[in-house]
């Protein structure tokens, strides 16, 4: 079954402790990339990658770090987490851009 | 950075009842797209357009990009309960994916 997993998809952390949400996907997919979404505001984009190795700046990148080591993992790093992180987030896959398939999400609160 | 500027933010309607919202940049997007979010899930692709002009159909749902390449809209026909959820548009160019801040639909059986 294809799939687009997210891990946890519930986290409450305190500020400062650093942490990391897993993204994998079981469809040979080259393009991954993360999301986040807060009342209002629709879904911003955190950063993306378009092959193994290969990562981009998305909208709202400051405070984030990403990897793409191996296609099918797209791990988001939070070093040091801060309360305006506090939000949803989604990790998408799909063979190019125009053609995401979302994850569960991940709903991540920073106290 | 650029949101695009989707509306309405709400739309009440009555089951049977045709709905249009649309999606407005001052940017130029290659590709828009159009999404649908369910409580607790992640959104999922409804439509995709990929030319100035074009007008697709998905079932009950028709989307057009728009010629100026800066907006789009999405028509639902005939609603039905199962339509209740959030509905996205999106943008696309060079990869740099924009989205709207999303239209809530409410069906009244």
């Known amino acids: 079954e294809a799939q687009v997993t997210q891990n946890p998809r519930y986290l409450i952390t305190v500020t400062g402790k650093k942490l990391t949400v897993t993204c994998s996907q079981n469809m040979n997919h080259e393009y991954m990339s993360w999301y986040r979404q807060d009342p209002g505001l629709g879904l911003r984009q955190i950063y993306y990658?378009?092959?193994?190795?290969?990562?981009d700046k998305g909208d709202v990148p400051e405070g984030y770090k990403v990897s793409r080591k191996e296609k099918r993992n797209f791990p988001l790093i939070l070093e040091s987490p801060s309360p305006n992180q506090t939000s949803l987030y989604f990790c998408a896959t799909g063979l190019a851009a125009y053609e995401q398939y979302f994850g569960p999400g991940t709903r991540l609160t920073v106290t | 950075g650029q949101q695009l500027n989707q509306s309405p933010q709400s739309m009440f309607i009555q089951e049977g009842e045709d709905v249009s919202m649309n999606c407005t940049s001052s940017?130029?997007?290659?590709?828009w797209l159009w999404y649908k979010q369910d409580p607790g899930e992640g959104p999922v692709l409804l439509i995709a357009?990929?030319?100035?002009?074009e007008l697709t159909s998905n079932g009950r749902l028709t989307a057009q990009f728009g010629i100026t390449r800066k907006d789009s809209f999405l028509n639902i026909s005939a609603s039905i309960p199962s339509d209740v959820g959030i509905y996205f548009c999106?943008?696309?160019?060079?990869?740099?994916?924009?989205f709207g801040a999303g239209t809530r639909l409410t069906v009244k059986p």
């Open positions: 940017s130029i997007f290659n590709t």
């Open positions: 357009l990929y030319k100035a002009g």
């Open positions: 999106a943008g696309l160019s060079n990869n740099d994916m924009r």
């Open positions: 990658s378009m092959n193994v190795e290969v990562t």
